[in-house]
């Protein structure tokens, strides 16, 4: 799998959900290899967005499309400011992965000193994970090398995940999610509260 993150300041955000909405109908039957977009607007005015495909070839041929390059100039009227992107291949699906019925989508991103270790003690606990946190449906988990990864958690509903912030993990896995949550350093939250989702 590769994703391409999308990160921008947020000038109008109705016309920017206008915009997105708009690929579906208009893109989306010609872009092979897309399986699925998650994205969103924090309510501070922050854009982002995780565009999945099969690989980084069928990204790429996507975005030579000249219609493509013109619904994301529709897009960028929108933002405030420049838009980042991160290209990543590196990516290690959490129990269910990026799912369309989540009802709130939290997406980390930051720096680590083993992005590596973080993700293997994060996904080493399925079993223990689904049972202690049903409200988490599962996530996306991106290595973009240097030291860089975005996470995106998805939920059932944000008000199951904040009370499953509050409950105590097992013991059995308790070091290690504390140890995987020391190497996210310090980062940077977009809590998506009315997620785009989007599959084929």
Same mark, same amino acid.
């Given at each position: 799998?590769?994703?391409?993150?999308?990160?921008?300041?947020?000038?109008? $955000?109705?016309?920017?959900?206008?915009?997105?909405?708009?690929?579906?109908?208009?893109?989306?039957?010609?872009?092979? $290899?897309?399986?699925?977009?998650?994205?969103?607007?924090?309510?501070?005015?922050?854009?982002?967005?995780?565009?999945?495909?099969?690989?980084?070839?069928?990204?790429?041929?996507?975005?030579?499309?000249?219609?493509?390059?013109?619904?994301?100039?529709?897009?960028?009227?929108?933002?405030?400011?420049?838009?980042?992107?991160?290209?990543?291949?590196?990516?290690?699906?959490?129990?269910?992965?990026?799912?369309?019925?989540?009802?709130?989508?939290?997406?980390?991103? $930051?720096?680590?000193?083993?992005?590596?270790?973080?993700?293997?003690?994060?996904?080493?606990?399925?079993?223990?994970?689904?049972?202690?946190?049903?409200?988490?449906?599962?996530?996306?988990?991106?290595?973009?090398?240097?030291?860089?990864?975005?996470?995106?958690?998805?939920?059932?509903?944000?008000?199951?995940?904040?009370?499953?912030?509050?409950?105590?993990?097992?013991?059995?896995?308790?070091?290690?999610?504390?140890?995987?949550?020391?190497?996210?350093?310090?980062?940077?939250?977009?809590?998506?509260?009315?997620?785009?989702?989007?599959?084929?």
């Amino acid at each position: 799998m590769f994703i391409q993150v999308i990160q921008a300041k947020v000038k109008d $955000g109705d016309g920017l959900r206008a915009a997105l909405d708009s690929w579906q109908d208009e893109l989306q039957p010609g872009a092979s $290899g897309w399986l699925g977009t998650t994205a969103g607007i924090t309510e501070d005015g922050r854009f982002i967005a995780l565009a999945r495909f099969e690989s980084a070839e069928a990204a790429q041929t996507n975005s030579e499309r000249p219609e493509q390059g013109e619904w994301f100039g529709r897009v960028a009227q929108n933002f405030d400011g420049e838009p980042e992107f991160m290209n990543c291949d590196n990516v290690q699906v959490m129990l269910d992965g990026g799912s369309d019925d989540a009802g709130f989508v939290q997406v980390m991103r $930051g720096n680590s000193e083993d992005v590596a270790r973080m993700h293997s003690l994060f996904a080493s606990h399925s079993d223990e994970l689904r049972s202690a946190r049903p409200e988490i449906i599962g996530g996306l988990l991106l290595d973009a090398g240097d030291g860089r990864y975005v996470d995106a958690i998805y939920f059932r509903s944000e008000e199951s995940a904040r009370s499953g912030e509050a409950t105590e993990p097992p013991d059995s896995v308790r070091a290690d999610l504390e140890e995987g949550m020391r190497l996210q350093g310090d980062a940077t939250y977009f809590d998506l509260k009315d997620p785009i989702l989007r599959s084929p």
